[in-house]
């Protein structure tokens, strides 16, 4: 379907425009989703022409680290997404513009400067702008209603700072939270006015809600529920306060409005041809609009959720990051890489002192969901369980679970009924379980012993359940992506057959390498495979068991393969596959080793500022302890002093200023 | 029984978790081992692939694991994963 013929674009005809320009692949917006894009598809197309259209007068920025940047942690030099000249680097050609329509009949855009662009494939990843008060209410382009988004309106923030001893921030999300800690970093009197009874009451359940903002009181921040502002009051056009609808009014010198984001859709409007949306212009998972060759990523693109079955935005960084390679890999016509799951939502913080977590939908309530919480150790641990598959997790106490791996239990859909304890008292120590689970799995397919393994072990082979939501939309996935598995079969038995006796040669891997490639690219492969292994019983069941041994030949043949050593390394390259059975960590000399950790006493402000390190088994790596030199860590005493002179509390992302 | 692979995710993991980076620098402003002023993004950008430079080259030397720079991550990553694969692509390119 990526075939289409090549359409002409007359338009220099057409509209006597001065200038015309045409790209391969054209981003519009370089934000995180649009730059990501760009440098994927970059990989997998070295000679596509790639071109990036923004309004945006500065590079790539990393926008959730704008908060640090709030409260001078950080300079604007350290927000960059991408090393500076990473786009002339990656041969990527940035146009400062407005993209004022799409032709998508004739395929082109054009500028509002009568510029235009021919396009073969066009990414949309205009992103989102803040909502700010509604419409309507009075006094709400005062100076000093503000909203923080961009870049920009963080400059305003500190320039503004030192005139402003007390501040109102409207609104009950993260965003809101996070300003308000920032605020309160500064030493400003700061009002939260939330719409509802509880702080994010769509993903926190109420005793959470409670725990966060007695935390924000106790920080100082005087928090006003259900309330809203009706008005604001100005002097001479500057904010002097705000009337709530209890008819309060509540002096001060900033407003600040966090309620929220709209995805930035106004070439939607200016498409010739329809392009539907909803909360954001839809899309498929592979990233593709109602209209063929526009594609859209990040903030802007609303995708199905798997648990709703609406069409909603994920404004996200993480999910923009992940959207931008799937839409890269569209754009490219790499479909076996387009095919990748998104996996549920997660979203994890630091509030303070207090961390944050959310995966999933841990307030889910059904019939056959199950609902554990703990409130243990000061925190707050809330699990949605079905059938022993963790569905949704929420927690909140000092320290941060490992956000990523409950997000892989939840997409994959491990059984959990080993680590429930675990994952409930806040104690999951998820590089150990993944770890023990890969090792098991491997041993199992070495010596065959995979269909038949014992019961209880952590492993994959499971009855299938009645299917619960987020686990038929990883089966339709799994479903799509283990179609291309059949074509190459017949190179891994190949492989398996060259590579086994003489793994340590280096000639031989060459031709290994090239079967290799027609394979898939790392490293959604591992994931792939192992997909269709354990995650998913219902595609090896259902296909009867040639395919799986099939598959289980093709795990074999990976592990021979691994610890070849290659020169040449990046986590990106094909080289540098990683099988999850071996790690693939290649053994290190002795003597390297030895010169790059040497074995010194403890260096103490390290041991005491990781409370959690011991928890974590992170110094089980080496079985002693290695420190750097003596002279070294005077010197570095020197500079955490130092350090702790500009950041007060030292304890980072803690904005509360101390003392 | 002691448990010898604890040492490292593996490599889809740690792909994930540098995509996951929001750049906020709270991993670096902990490190006892930074000497020199390195950016996040170089960071990022070199342990996932090209040449290694000087500056991240000594880090990556001088990073002894003690694992500071995990409890300040606010997405609730391990930078101590990541630079361990940092020191393995640069042991691979033999920039020892």
Known sequence: MMENERAVVPIGHQMGMPQLDRAD??????????????????????????????EQ?????????????????????????????????????????????????????????????GYDKLLIATGSAPQGLPEGTPGRNFDGVCTLHRLQDYLDLRRRLTEVSDAVVIGGGVHAIETVMGLLYWGIRVHWLIRGATFMSRVLDETASEIVLEHVRNNGCKVYTNTEVVGVVGRIGAVAGVITNHKEMIPCQLVLTCTGTNPVMTLADHCTLPLKKERGIIVDDQLRTSVPDIFAAGDVAALKNPLTGKYEPRALWYAAVAQARVAAASMTGHDDLANQSFGVQWHATHLGELSMLTV?????????????????????????????????????????????????????????????????????????????????????????????????????????????APMTTSARTSQVRSQPLPAVSMPTENRFGVSAPMPAQPAASMPIQA????????????????????????????????????????????????????????????????????????????????????????????????????????????????????????????????????????????????? | MPNPVLLHKTGPQVMQELQACIGCNECLLACPALAEPITIDRLNHETLSGPISGPVARFARACYQCGACVPPCPVGLHRDAMMMWLKVRLLRSGGE
């Open chain 1, 515 to 659: 079967q290799r490639d027609t394979d898939a690219l790392n490293p959604w492969r591992v994931e792939r495979r192992t997909d269709t292994l354990m995650a998913n019983p219902a595609i090896s069941l259902s296909q009867g068991p040639t395919r799986q041994t099939d598959a289980i030949d093709r795990m074999q043949t990976q592990i021979p393969l691994a610890p070849v050593p290659v020169p040449a390394s990046s986590l990106l390259e094909e080289d540098e596959e990683i099988s999850p059975f071996t790690g693939s960590l290649p053994a290190l000399p002795r003597q390297v080793v030895e010169s790059t950790l040497e074995p010194v006493p403890v260096y103490r402000d390290a041991a005491q500022s990781a409370p959690t390190a011991s928890g974590r088994n992170l110094w089980s790596y080496s079985g002693k302890q290695a420190v750097v030199r003596r002279e070294r860590q005077t010197r570095q005493e020197e500079n955490s002093a130092e350090k702790v002179e500009r950041h007060p509390s030292h304890n980072l992302w803690s904005y509360v200023r101390k003392g």
């Open chain 1, 25 to 54: 692949i054209l981003i519009i917006g370089n934000g995180i989703a649009g730059l990501t894009a760009a440098i994927e598809a970059r990989r997998l197309a070295p000679d596509k022409r790639i071109v990036i259209i923004t």
């Open chain 1, 360 to 468: 999933g939908s841990p307030l889910e309530t059904g019939p056959n969901i199950m609902t554990l919480t703990d409130t243990s150790q000061g925190g707050y641990r809330r699990m949605a369980i079905i059938d022993d598959r963790l569905i949704g997790y929420l927690a909140l106490g000092s320290a941060q679970p490992d956000s990523l791996a409950i997000k892989q239990i939840i997409d994959e859909g491990h059984p959990i009924r080993d680590i429930t304890k675990e994952l409930l008292k806040g104690s999951f120590d998820a590089r150990r379980y993944l770890s023990q689970r890969h090792t098991y799995m491997a041993q199992a397919m070495l010596t065959g012993k995979l269909p038949s393994l014992p019961t209880g072990k952590p492993t994959g082979k499971l009855p299938a359940p009645a299917l619960p």
């Open chain 1, 57 to 117: 007068i500065h590079p790539t920025i990393n926008t959730p680290a704008l908060k640090q940047f709030a409260i001078g942690k950080l300079e604007r030099e350290q927000l960059l997404a991408y090393p500076a000249g990473t786009e002339r680097a990656e041969r990527i050609h940035v146009v400062n513009a407005h993209v004022a329509e799409i032709h998508a009949n004739s395929k082109y855009i054009k500028t509002s400067n009568n510029y235009g662009f």
